[in-house]
């Protein structure tokens, strides 16, 4: 995709650090080491603390969870039993108020998650692996094995979300993709919705080039009514897989989902 464009559509290494309106239409932006540009049309796409948000509305983000992240490289030489226990794909173990979970990455090694609830902890209670393992005490220990295999420090990140239902009043010249549009608890959306994002906005934008204002509008009232339900069932899921009775609340939730559809 890069290749198709003109070499310097894209700059890499300039982060934003303000936009404001120019007088007549569009924005200057400033980046970090004082770089200076301007733009017609300006689409926030810089994720979880954009920046651009706040040009749109002064909603806050609240944490919701803790992820602690591991890696265990070299899979299948270095550990082919861990490579063998998660498979080609993803392995979650959802215990109480806690997940462990474990994903195949394309670069032959796991990437190994814990998930806890918002507890207030700093987060360099979760920098020992020992630490760890403790937390998963009594745990089978070909599951903690992902643990004590992981290489290097863990990484312990607070998770954030908007409130869902988040919307703010349209200001010519500049939308929102992504997480900078609408933060939610990580149960296997956001990405999604992010690219759904950009594939419509650039569909009104191409199919209006004249208009880019109407084009943005309808691209936001849309992407509103898409993203309320997601959020509110991305809170739901969240809160299901880290509660006291996750694994049964999981079964019953699957059960249900897969229940046949009644025909009297
Ligand atoms: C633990 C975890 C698991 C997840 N699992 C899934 C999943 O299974 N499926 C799924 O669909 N989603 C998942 N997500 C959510 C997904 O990662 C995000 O929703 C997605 O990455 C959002 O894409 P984005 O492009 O909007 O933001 P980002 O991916 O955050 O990209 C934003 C970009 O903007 C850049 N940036 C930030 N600030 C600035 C600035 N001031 N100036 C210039 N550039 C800037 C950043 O460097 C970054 O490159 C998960 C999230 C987490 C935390």
Redesign the pocket.
């Given at each position: 995709m890069l290749d198709s464009l003109a070499g310097d559509t894209v700059v890499w290494r300039?982060?934003?650090v303000a936009a404001t309106p120019r007088p007549d239409q569009g924005w200057d932006l400033t980046f970090h080491g004082g770089r200076r540009t301007n733009c017609d049309i300006l689409i926030g796409?810089?994720?979880?603390?954009?920046?651009v948000r706040s040009l749109l509305t002064d909603v806050g983000t609240s944490y919701v969870s803790t992820?602690v992240e591991l890696n265990v490289e070299d899979v299948d030489r270095r550990h082919p039993d861990l490579a063998e226990l998660v498979g080609p794909g993803n392995l979650w173990c959802v215990g109480v108020n806690q997940i462990l979970s474990a994903q195949r990455l394309g670069d032959g090694g796991l990437r190994v998650?814990i998930s806890l609830r918002a507890e207030g902890r700093p987060l360099d209670t979760y920098l020992d692996k020992r630490a760890l393992l403790d937390m998963f005490a009594g745990w089978n220990p070909r599951l903690t094995a992902l643990i004590e295999a992981a290489d290097g420090t863990p990484t312990p990140r607070l998770?954030e979300a908007m409130p869902s239902g988040t919307r703010w009043t349209n200001r010519p010249g500049v939308t929102l993709?992504?997480?900078?549009a609408h933060l939610m608890p990580?149960v296997?959306?956001?990405?999604?919705q992010?690219m759904l994002d950009a594939a419509e906005l650039a569909d009104h934008l191409a199919a209006n080039p004249a208009d880019p204002g109407t084009a943005i509008r309808t691209y936001e009232e849309s992407m509103f009514t898409r993203i309320r339900p997601i959020a509110e069932m991305s809170a739901r899921v969240q809160s299901m897989m880290l509660s006291p009775t996750a694994s049964d609340d999981i079964v019953r939730f699957f059960s249900r989902t897969a229940e046949p559809a009644r025909t009297d």
């Open positions: 300039h982060r934003l796409a810089d994720g979880a603390r954009s920046v992820v998650g998770i993709i992504g997480d900078a990580p296997g959306e956001g990405a999604n992010a």
